[in-house]
């Protein structure tokens, strides 16, 4: 008689065929996301999302014990996106056509795409591949104002220009692979960061696996992945005590994306950590902290610093504040206020007051809250930069990565919840034409800020209720 296999072998068969099938549908649903999917086509795009977000939350609970499996998948399907021009967003129309230019020597913070095409007889002997597909590609908005990425975005640029300089698919691809380097970078660190703090390490996933994540950086080219990898490894040198190479990668990390200039007030109690004394010695270390990050950035930014420069850089960022409208949440509340009461638009005035009172809530959370341990701190950040962009007139889908990451250290979950509902601004972008429905923008603001006051409220008082009979 033939031998019947032991009950836990066959259940491990079958919980191996499962994870195989959910991931196959799972990379189907990628598939088609990338390559079937056009961006007015809001039900396709939301259904798709959705059945992504169940499966990944499917996958990470059932296989959340085996990290390389977990890990293989994110890879796999992020490799799906490969050969794929992203069909979300034309913004790396406008990467391609900076690393061009810089790299046939060009200043990119200089001069417009729009200039460059209007006075061809100037530019005549700096011929851009392409040129007139990438300013299509683009959008005239797009094209019409200065570079505002920063110098290792624009190196990262350059690499794609320098290896396929003629082909937009291929650009494409080389920007790919340095965003998946990337987010390999992050697992790297980030579950070497979790394993320091005493954190499940299955809690990377979370950012890894998910399907904002994949779709928005390896699927749309962003790169807050690359800044973010610089900050989880300096968070995570930081937490070792490796300040003066941390203050080098966050100095880095803005070099990529400015967002992190935010969090430096946030640093300042950190250095007082474990006996919280207040002496020469500790204040010494985090001036220096704050010198390295700096001059980290400065010493990136050189090679095109002028006092044209300077006006252009600091022009172009200025519109996201003055002139740019897109998903905002208490931003969009005042505005209603501002029409109702005044009868325009208000966003130049508010655009300028707005940042104050972030500047504000952080020197807040700097001072008056112990950020003197590595899980505090990072805490700090995630509501400092959330707070951030629930004033900010503008939020991209692909800006709540920085949320998203940073909750994967604390014990807070509303980022995660906020990656799945921001996909509801996608709505705006219809066959007709761009058109925000404030309806789903209110969803999208409600079910976060509701997650997020029951975390911060209602989940603690009923932990707090819970204790004595856990502990009896």
């Known amino acids: 008689m033939a031998r019947l296999m032991p009950t836990s072998i066959?259940?491990?068969?079958?919980?191996?065929?499962?994870?195989?099938?959910?991931?196959?549908?799972?990379?189907?649903?990628?598939?088609?996301?990338?390559?079937?999917?056009?961006?007015?086509?809001?039900?396709?795009?939301?259904?798709?999302?959705?059945?992504?977000?169940?499966?990944?939350?499917?996958?990470?609970?059932?296989?959340?014990?085996?990290?390389?499996?977990?890990?293989?998948?994110?890879?796999?399907?992020?490799?799906?996106?490969?050969?794929?021009?992203?069909?979300?967003?034309?913004?790396?129309?406008?990467?391609?056509?900076?690393?061009?230019?810089?790299?046939?020597?060009?200043?990119?913070?200089?001069?417009?795409?729009?200039?460059?095409?209007?006075?061809?007889?100037?530019?005549?002997?700096?011929?851009?591949?392409?040129?007139?597909?990438?300013?299509?590609?683009?959008?005239?908005?797009?094209?019409?104002?200065y570079s505002n990425y920063?110098?290792?975005?624009?190196?990262?640029?350059?690499?794609?220009?320098?290896?396929?300089?003629?082909?937009?698919?291929?650009?494409?691809?080389?920007?790919?692979?340095?965003?998946?380097?990337?987010?390999?970078?992050?697992?790297?660190?980030?579950?070497?960061?979790?394993?320091?703090?005493?954190?499940?390490?299955?809690?990377?996933?979370?950012?890894?696996?998910?399907?904002?994540?994949?779709?928005?950086?390896?699927?749309?080219?962003?790169f807050e992945g690359v800044m973010l990898f610089f900050v989880v490894w300096s968070l995570y040198l930081l937490h070792k005590g490796k300040w003066v190479w941390a203050a080098v990668l966050l100095g880095l990390s803005v070099s990529v994306k400015l967002l992190p200039l935010l969090f430096l007030p946030l640093f300042f109690r950190y250095a007082f950590q474990k006996e919280g004394i207040f002496n020469l010695q500790r204040l010494s270390r985090v001036v220096l902290f704050y010198v390295l990050t700096l001059l980290t950035v400065v010493i990136t930014f050189l090679p095109f610093l002028s006092g044209e420069f300077a006006d252009n850089f600091a022009a172009t960022i200025g519109l996201w504040f003055q002139k740019f409208e897109f998903n905002a949440s208490i931003y969009y509340i005042i505005r209603w206020i501002g029409f109702q009461t005044i009868g325009w638009n208000i966003i130049a005035s508010v655009g300028k007051i707005l940042p104050l009172v972030v500047i504000g809530f952080l020197l807040l959370l700097s001072f008056f809250r112990k950020n003197t341990e590595t899980k505090p701190l990072i805490t700090a950040l995630l509501f400092g930069v959330s707070f951030y962009f629930l004033l900010s007139t503008t939020v991209h889908p692909w800006y709540v990565a920085t949320p998203l990451i940073l909750s994967v250290f604390t014990k807070y979950r509303f980022a995660i919840v906020w990656s799945a509902f921001v996909m509801l601004s996608y709505s705006a972008y219809g066959a007709e034409g761009f058109s925000e429905n404030l309806w789903l923008v209110a969803l999208e603001y409600v079910v976060v800020a509701g997650f997020l006051l029951w975390e911060l409220f209602l989940k603690k008082s009923r932990q707090n209720s819970l204790q004595p009979i856990e502990n009896g």
């Open 10 to 145: 066959v259940n491990s068969i079958r919980t191996q065929k499962f994870a195989i099938l959910l991931a196959l549908v799972t990379a189907v649903l990628y598939w088609f996301f990338a390559y079937e999917l056009e961006r007015s086509d809001f039900i396709r795009l939301i259904t798709l999302f959705a059945g992504l977000f169940i499966l990944t939350y499917q996958l990470i609970k059932m296989f959340g014990w085996n990290f390389w499996l977990l890990a293989g998948m994110g890879v796999v399907f992020r490799l799906i996106f490969l050969p794929a021009i992203p069909n979300l967003s034309q913004d790396f129309y406008r990467f391609l056509w900076d690393g061009r230019a810089l790299a046939l020597g060009m200043n990119p913070y200089l001069f417009t795409p729009e200039q460059y095409l209007s006075e061809t007889g100037l530019f005549s002997f700096i011929p851009i591949a392409q040129a007139r597909e990438l300013y299509a590609g683009m959008g005239e908005l797009n094209g019409s104002h």
């Open 150 to 222: 920063p110098p290792l975005n624009q190196l990262c640029f350059a690499i794609a220009a320098l290896i396929s300089g003629k082909s937009i698919l291929g650009s494409a691809i080389v920007l790919r692979l340095l965003i998946i380097l990337a987010d390999i970078g992050i697992l790297y660190f980030g579950r070497k960061l979790l394993k320091a703090l005493q954190l499940p390490e299955k809690q990377i996933f979370w950012y890894f696996l998910n399907p904002f994540i994949i779709i928005e950086m390896t699927g749309n080219l962003h």
